[in-house]
């Protein structure tokens, strides 16, 4: 696979082929995303929750953000690399907005970089864009701002508030965004709003319709176990296969059955042995 790029997505969806992402926080896991031909890698600030053991997105920070995309940028050269703006990197001023997503872009080496909002940070995309930066927005469930949206809820429900969100996707597009994250809202509005829009349309809990789908790599490997969205297929259990393998490891050296002759080192003859006894 060559490199991806933001055009061949968009001929993608012109095509009518659907994009696949997911999500990676470390090399060896970007590795086999890029082997697996995913077009798109988001190193996302769900790693707050799927590997750092926080319970949400809010405190994640730009050092952390970069600290993961450097190993996800080494690991997998393919797939395009998506950074995400933690919360209240972008939302003090456009300049603040561009010295970040400029980081991401120089320190952590992405393609591109992800943030959450509609109309709101229109201006603030736009601002982004014009600085040379492709953005990606994220509208529908926002989940940097779970505490304002009254929690993890479907939104869009009902015609003004799918009017809401319809308006958030055509005002990025106008601001420049290349591509848009649907999180959690009605698949017949996700459909619309595919169909309304030229840039691809990535769903997570948005229904069958979307230009791609994204999951985060922890949900549908069985990884992470507090909790389950609707929204997720849990393609493998690993947690399961590693805890019998981890069980399986303390048994045996229990029971002396690891390590075997195979895995030790000679290098000291009898004689060498008996001086040194
Ligand atoms: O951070 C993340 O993983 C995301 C996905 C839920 C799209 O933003």
Request: glycine share 10%.
């Amino acid at each position: 696979m060559a490199k991806m790029t933001t055009q061949k997505l968009k001929e993608m969806k012109d095509q009518g082929i659907k994009i696949s992402m997911t999500t990676a926080y470390d090399y060896p896991t970007a590795y086999l995303v890029d082997k697996a031909g995913i077009e798109i890698i988001l190193v996302g600030d769900s790693l707050m929750m799927a590997v750092l053991g926080d319970d949400s997105t809010v405190a994640c920070t730009m050092e952390q953000m970069i600290h993961h995309i450097k190993p996800v940028v080494l690991g997998a050269p393919n797939p395009l690399i998506v950074g995400d703006m933690p919360f209240g990197s972008y939302n003090v001023s456009k300049e603040q907005a561009i010295v970040n997503a400029t980081r991401l872009m120089k320190e952590g080496r992405c393609d591109v970089i992800k943030l959450e909002g509609g109309k709101e940070v229109a201006d603030t995309v736009k601002a982004i864009v014009d600085a040379g930066i492709p953005v990606m927005g994220h509208i529908g469930l926002t989940p940097q701002t779970v505490s304002k949206l009254g929690g993890f809820k479907v939104q869009g429900k009902g015609e003004e508030a799918a009017r809401g969100v319809l308006e958030d996707a055509l005002a990025l597009q106008e601001a420049g965004a290349w591509g848009i994250v649907l999180e959690c809202v009605p698949e017949m509005l996700a459909k619309l709003i595919t169909e309304k829009l030229e840039i691809p349309t990535i769903g997570i809990g948005g229904g069958r319709y979307c230009d791609g789908q994204v999951l985060v790599f922890h949900d549908m490997m069985g990884l992470f176990e507090k909790f389950t969205p609707k929204f997720v297929k849990q393609y493998r259990n690993l947690a399961d296969e590693m805890v019998s393998a981890l069980s399986t490891f303390k048994e045996e050296i229990r029971t002396g059955a690891f390590p075997e002759e195979k895995h030790v080192f000679g290098g000291v003859g009898e004689e060498e042995l008996k001086r040194l006894y």
